[in-house]
Each structure stands twice: as structure tokens, then as C-alpha cells.
């Protein structure tokens, strides 16, 4: 007796109908055209058209490919003599994303807090902070410090802000999705105790997130040495700085120098997070 | 009392917490002594009122206007710079992640390709963006051939931790099976890594859309040079206009690829 199927059948097997396979005793099944061929052609169709408005052309890559050694060939011969200009920005840096960091893991923890569906259960609060989390995270950090370095003057003020209010928006979506997968139990013997949602929350379940806190902290941290070394690009201080001054004079041994340092601090601050990784998972 | 017992032998770590707090406080004092607050630029407030204005009163001829200029040109050239970059930069990183799985290859040659893959990922975006105008001529071409370098770093990462997860006992029964080679690639190793290497590629689509904005700084095509532009011409009523029409398109974006990447996780048709 075959069931009675009240599930939707999907537009594509409509038009598309199942290959109908009978087995050797009798019974039958419905196999589903693959939906591949659809998909091929519809990617195809989309890369062609991308492909015109980019104006992508292959030859010139080919043709030109010898010029994309002139400035490479430059920044893999470092300028060692430079390094002591790059100390200073470079210590600007670090400190504009440890604060940046700290400033937006501090200020995405409250937020979470009110944007998971399981501790906050007033559903329009919990769903206007996260559609400000997400237009926060949508705008790119460059756009921020660009503005922001023109209200509070070029430096690191405007870098440092422009990374906070970054690290609070991918923070707090981390830390909600991450709350929302917690055991609830503890959580729930609080309450019945009398805890107010605070302390219930504070006993019961920042224990349970806290490594994953943490290791978000940890992860936007190595984002945002990353990023700060571009915002100087539109004046917010730091490495950046450097970098489009190099870039500009067309010194690219320098900038070689200031992309190896980069690449050093980068390195290290991985590995330290691993190592801290390793100790609180 | 048991509950009581249960309390007192809660590990005590008062001074650990002392320690730590005392460490963070420390850093937080070292680093914010250079972050020094000159506070508003001479300009800075009529900046941030002309941004309130123009995010509320945004320029709609632009955000209609069909021709070149217009907002859903720029718009579609972004998305178009972010799907080419994409899928070049998905399928350039195929070889190499395979090349530097250290579960398909000896040891030495893979540190040499992560080696590799650790130097795409550490010139920033900008940089290669200007090494490649150098090439291609500014114009969204070169953003789409810099967005091709840069994913293949990121991309690589993810994809070598899925060739290293590789469930090999699978392998061996098709051969057991009497499978030649390109049937144990077909249905042994295609249908293991085909989810995880599409859901990476829609993540990094995801990141491209952003990072597209922001190439188009140094020239690199997409709404990024004219959304900056309207920045440093204090064209306010633009700016809002840009910045709405790209919030809208992440968020859209954004909301989609999660979708998909959900269904692949699950293994939904």
C-alpha cells in the first residue's frame, strides 16, 4: 500500500517527470531528474553575462602578464633599511585593534544577550537588534573609518572606533548563534529558583558560552590587525598609513618591508591564539 | 546538605581571576595612551549631521537612474565582480588545496603550497588590486582578477581541512569492489567534498560582495570608487543613496547564501 503522499511536489519534477523505476518484486519508485543540467545552465548563463560587464578578458592577462612582475618582483625584495620607520605605526596598529577588540567584544556581549531567541522572549526587541547587527555588518569597515575620520579628524581615534563598532556587529552574531545551541536546563532550575533572567544567565549559562566567547574574541582580534592595516588607507592611522604613502611613491622595496613585518605580527598573534585556543577548549 | 558540599567544591580561583583581570587592565591602559581623542574635526559635525541627512534623504534620481552611472548598474557590476571572483578563485584553489594536503601529498610538498597559500593570504587586498591595475588598467576587470587571488587563500584553508576529513575507508571498499580510478573519484571522493567545497564558495561570495566596495577605492571597478568619491566631495544625499542600495543587497545576499549553505549542511535536495 503505498502512503498517501500529501507533500508538495516542486515545480521542477512537474515539468520534469521522475524516471519510473519497477523493481524485480514488483514495487516502484520515483527517482528525481537530476537537477543538475538546470543548474549548469543557469551558472553558464550567468558567468557569460558577468563575464560582459566586467569586460573580462583573458588575453590581456596573458599578453600583459610580464608587468605583474615589476611591482612583485619589488615587494619580494624587501627594503630592511626601512624597518625602523615601521615600528612605530606598527605598534599604533596592534593597539588600535586590541582596544577596538576589547571595546566591541565588551559592548557585542549585552547585545547577544537580547538577540537570542532563547533567553530574550520578546520577539520584536530580538528582532530589531538583529537587523541592526546585520545592517552593521553589511557596511564594509573601510566605509566607516573613511566617514568617521572625517568627523573625529584623521588618526587612530577614528581607526579604533571604526574597528569597535565592526567587532560588535560579527560578536554579537556569533555569540546569539552560539547562545541559542546552549542547554537550556541550568538556565531553566535557576529561574524556578527565583533568579532574575541576569543572574540566571549569569550563573547558568556564561559558563557554557564562555570558551566560544572567547575563542570569537580571539578570531576578530586576528581579523582586525588584518583590517586596520588597510583602514590607514583613508587616514585612520596605523600601518595603513604607510602603506598607501609607499604605495603612493611608488617605493615598493619599502612596502615590501611593511607587508613582511605585517606578516610577522600576523604569524604571531595566530600562533599565541592557538596556544590559548588550546588551553581554554 | 549535599547541595552545600556541591558549592564548597567549586574550584577556587580568586587569584587566577584577580591575575587575569589585572593583565587585561594593563594592555587596555598600554594601549589606549596613543588612542588619544582630539576631540570633533573642525568640520566634523556638519560631516556627521550632512551623513544623517543623506542616509534619510537619499539622492532617488540615482537610485532609479538606468543609464552607466546609476545605482543598479554599479549594483549589478558589483555582484557581477563578486560571482567571477568567486568561482575563479574557487576553482583555482582546487589544485592547490589538493597540492597541500598533507593526506594526498608528502609532507614538504605540502608546507610548501600552504607556504604559498600563507603568502596570497598575507598581501592585503588593496595591494594586490594595485598590482594587477598595472596589468589590466583600472575598471572592474581588475577587481575581478584581484578578487581571484585573494579567495584562493581563504578558500584553500577551508578547502584542505575537507580533503583531510576525507573518509578513506571508502576508497578502499570501491577498490575492494574492483572500482577503477575515476569511478572511486566519481562516487568515492566527488559526493564527500562536493557540500562542504560549494558551501565555502558561497561563504566567500559573501565576503567578495563586501570586499568588492572597497577595492573600488584604488580604482578596482564595482559602487566602491563612486560611494568613496561621494565621501570625499561631501555629496551626502549620494552617499545615502549608495549605502542603502549596498545594505539592501548584503542583507539580501546574506540571507540567501545562509539558506543554501543550511540545506547543504543538512543534505536537503
Not at chain 2, 18 to 40: E, Q
Not at chain 2, 53 to 76: C, K, M, Q, R, S
Not at chain 2, 117 to 124: C, E, N
Amino acid at each position: 500500500m503505498p502512503r498517501a503522499e500529501t507533500k508538495k511536489v516542486p515545480l521542477f519534477d512537474r515539468v520534469f517527470k521522475p524516471e519510473h523505476i519497477v523493481l524485480e518484486n514488483g514495487n516502484s519508485v520515483d527517482r528525481p531528474r537530476s537537477r543538475m543540467p538546470l543548474i549548469l545552465i543557469c551558472l553558464i548563463a550567468v558567468i557569460i553575462i558577468s563575464l560582459k560587464m566586467t569586460g573580462f578578458d583573458f588575453n590581456v592577462i596573458i599578453r600583459r602578464a610580464k608587468e605583474l612582475t615589476v611591482i612583485l618582483g619589488q615587494i619580494f625584495r624587501p627594503n630592511f633599511g626601512y624597518f625602523p620607520n615601521i615600528v612605530k605605526p606598527l605598534i599604533e596598529t596592534v593597539k588600535m585593534s586590541i582596544i577596538g577588540t576589547i571595546a566591541g567584544c565588551a559592548i557585542g556581549l549585552p547585545l547577544s544577550i537580547f538577540a537570542s531567541s532563547n533567553i530574550n522572549h520578546n520577539k520584536p526587541t530580538m528582532l530589531v537588534i538583529r537587523f541592526i547587527l546585520s545592517v552593521m555588518r553589511s557596511v564594509p569597515t573601510l566605509i566607516y573609518a573613511s566617514v568617521l575620520a572625517l568627523v573625529f579628524g584623521l588618526g587612530t581615534f577614528a581607526g579604533t572606533l571604526a574597528i569597535t563598532v565592526f567587532t560588535v556587529g560579527i560578536v554579537a552574531k556569533m555569540l546569539y548563534e552560539s547562545i541559542e545551541t546552549i542547554d537550556m536546563k541550568p538556565y531553566e532550575a535557576m529561574i524556578s529558583f527565583g533568579a532574575s533572567t541576569l543572574q540566571a544567565f549569569w550563573t547558568a549559562c556564561m559558563p557554557q558560552i564562555l570558551p566560544t566567547y572567547i575563542d570569537d574574541c580571539l578570531y576578530c582580534f586576528e581579523l582586525n590587525i588584518r583590517a586596520s592595516s588597510i583602514l590607514g588607507y583613508v587616514g585612520a592611522g596605523g600601518l595603513g598609513v604607510l602603506i598607501r604613502e609607499r604605495t603612493g611613491l611608488r617605493a615598493y622595496n619599502d612596502l615590501g618591508m611593511v607587508l613582511l613585518i605585517l606578516f610577522t605580527v600576523v604569524l604571531v598573534i595566530d600562533l599565541v591564539n592557538d596556544h590559548i585556543r588550546s588551553k581554554i577548549m | 546538605m549535599t547541595v552545600m558540599e556541591q558549592l564548597q567544591a567549586e574550584p577556587k580561583n580568586l587569584w587566577k581571576r584577580i591575575v587575569l583581570f589585572l593583565v587585561l587592565l594593563a594592555v587596555v591602559a598600554w594601549g589606549s595612551d596613543s588612542i588619544t581623542y582630539n576631540g570633533i574635526a573642525q568640520q566634523g559635525s556638519v560631516v556627521a549631521s550632512g551623513i544623517i541627512h543623506g542616509i534619510t534623504h537619499p539622492n532617488l534620481e540615482l537610485l532609479f537612474n538606468l543609464t552607466d552611472a546609476g545605482v543598479p548598474y554599479l549594483i549589478l557590476q558589483t555582484i557581477a565582480i563578486a560571482i567571477l571572483g568567486t568561482i575563479f578563485g574557487a576553482i583555482l584553489a582546487i589544485p592547490i588545496s589538493f597540492l597541500a594536503s598533507t593526506n594526498i601529498v608528502p609532507k614538504w610538498i605540502a608546507y610548501i603550497f600552504r607556504s604559498l597559500i600563507l603568502l596570497i593570504r598575507t598581501i592585503p587586498s588593496m595591494v594586490w588590486a594595485l598590482v594587477w591595475i598595472r596589468v589590466t588598467g583600472p575598471g572592474a576587470f581588475c577587481g575581478v582578477v584581484t578578487q581571484s587571488v585573494c579567495s584562493i587563500g581563504m578558500i584553500s584553508k577551508m578547502y584542505i581541512t575537507a580533503i583531510e576529513d576525507l573518509d578513506t575507508g571508502i576508497l578502499e571498499s570501491l577498490d575492494a569492489a574492483g572500482c577503477n580510478t575515476f569511478e572511486k573519484i566519481r562516487v568515492g571522493i566527488l559526493p564527500q567534498l562536493s557540500a562542504s567545497f560549494i558551501s565555502t564558495a558561497i561563504y566567500r561570495f559573501d565576503i567578495n560582495l563586501k570586499d568588492a566596495t572597497t577595492l573600488g577605492i584604488v580604482g578596482a571597478g564595482g559602487i566602491g570608487s563612486p560611494l568613496v568619491q561621494s565621501i570625499t566631495y561631501s555629496r551626502w544625499s549620494n552617499v545615502g543613496s549608495f549605502l542603502w542600495a549596498l545594505i539592501i543587497l548584503v542583507l539580501i545576499i546574506e540571507y540567501i547564501s545562509t539558506r543554501i549553505r543550511n540545506r547543504l549542511a543538512r543534505g536537503h535536495r
